[in-house]
């Protein structure tokens, strides 16, 4: 398969510990997104990484949430001290930087959290 | 920043009709508008998208119209089949430098009966 992979697909967490998420992009693709969706809502964009540099944050991403790309390759997102709100599904998207101004973003199945 | 709106949220539809789902953009500036179609359980899958210097794209049974000056674009699914039941999600994306993120709409539940 050479798709976006993410592990685990599915956590159950009780508030206040800490999890951590792990997407592997599609191979030789440069960038990495990070996206949360609630219940009947479209995704909402959390933070992207160019290779290993992250390069852009959203006001969603609390103190609380972290995020690597450490060889620019995988990624994991850790969030700490997890509450209720944070129950989400969390996706990972990769793209392959292209001289155009944009380029396609392909998802991975996602990771759904629910803490209790 | 970008919002992007989505109608209708649900749409219900006979087997070999057409859908039209209706997206608006706010922000003049974004030049790209991805379609994804999302299953249960699943992440979202790209579909068609459409770039800001086209005004309509064609992909077999999936259509997708821009309309630059009314901030608007849609999908068009043509002979519909059981198995487009899903939820689509429109997208814009600013033309920032730097900036790559996908705004999304809040969705609609296509439901084809057959």
């Known amino acids: 398969d050479t798709g976006v992979s993410q592990n685990p697909r599915h956590k159950i967490t009780k508030r206040g510990q800490n999890v951590t998420f792990r997407c592997d992009p599609i191979s030789e693709h440069n960038r990495l997104y990070w996206y949360r969706q609630t219940l009947g809502q479209g995704p909402e964009f959390l933070t992207y990484?160019?290779?290993?540099?992250?390069?852009?944050k959203s006001r969603l991403l609390s103190d609380r949430f972290s995020a690597e790309r450490p060889k620019g390759s995988f990624s994991t997102l850790e969030i700490q001290r997890t509450e209720q709100g944070d129950s989400a599904m969390y996706l990972c998207?990769?793209?392959?930087?292209?001289?155009?101004?944009?380029?396609?973003?392909?998802f991975g199945p996602g990771t759904r959290l629910l803490v209790l | 920043g970008e919002n992007v709106e989505q109608h209708p949220s649900t749409l219900s539809v006979q087997e070999g009709d057409s859908a039209v789902i209706k997206c608006t953009y706010s922000?003049?500036?974004?030049?790209?508008f991805p379609w994804y179609k999302q299953e249960l359980g699943k992440g979202p899958q790209l579909i068609i998208d459409i770039r800001s210097n086209v005004g309509e794209k064609k992909d077999q049974r999936i259509a997708v119209t821009l309309n630059k000056t009314a901030k608007h674009f849609s999908l068009h699914i043509t002979e519909t089949q059981p198995e487009d039941s899903a939820v689509y999600f429109c997208?814009?994306?600013?033309?920032?430098?730097?900036?790559?993120?996908?705004?999304f709409g809040s969705g609609t539940r296509l439901q084809v009966q057959p």
């Open positions: 998207a990769s793209s392959l930087r292209t001289s155009g101004d944009q380029e396609t973003q392909y």
């Open positions: 990484f160019q290779n290993e540099a992250q390069l852009e």
């Open positions: 997208a814009a994306s600013i033309r920032d430098t730097g900036r790559r993120a996908l705004t």
């Open positions: 922000d003049s500036a974004s030049n790209y």
